[in-house]
């Protein structure tokens, strides 16, 4: 029976493995199709050592993202009430409705940071009031935000 190759993935290939990965193939496999394509590069130290550099690069740069999440929540909570103004009708029913992009805005006047209008989870807010919604910062990291919507 043949031993299988190690080789690392160039490129994402569909049932076997995502770039930078190291996987088994059969021989053929690899001398007809991956090598020659440029799909694979044969395993060396050389090549491992570029490989584990690549996967230590992509782990701390996914740390630094939840890191800056996680610094984005802490400076929405030090916030405390944020207030949108819409001019009211009876009953203290507001005209039109908050928007995403409206709590978006108020953010940004006070941490002068963009956020994403489709991370903001706005409920369906009709009348005057206190509301929280929520922003999804990162996979791992929600934060809530309390809003007061007042009267021009």
Known sequence: MAKGVQVV??????KLGKEGDLVNVKPGYATNYLLPQGLAVRVTP?????VERKRQEEEDRIRQIKLDAESMKTAL???GQLT??????EDEAIFGTV???????????F???DIERHT???P????????????????EVTATVEIRVAPL
Request: glycine share 6%; no cysteine.
């Open 9 to 14: 993935l160039r490129q994402n290939i569909y």
């Open 46 to 50: 050389g090549i491992l050592k570029q």
């Open 77 to 79: 909570a030090t916030i």
């Open 84 to 89: 949108i103004r819409k001019q009211e009708g």
């Open 99 to 109: 928007t995403s992009q409206d709590v978006a805005d108020v953010i940004k006047e």
């Open 111 to 113: 941490t002068s940071k």
């Open 120 to 122: 903001i989870s706005v």
């Open 124 to 139: 369906e807010i009709h009348k005057l009031g206190i509301y929280q919604v929520p922003i999804k910062l990162h996979a």
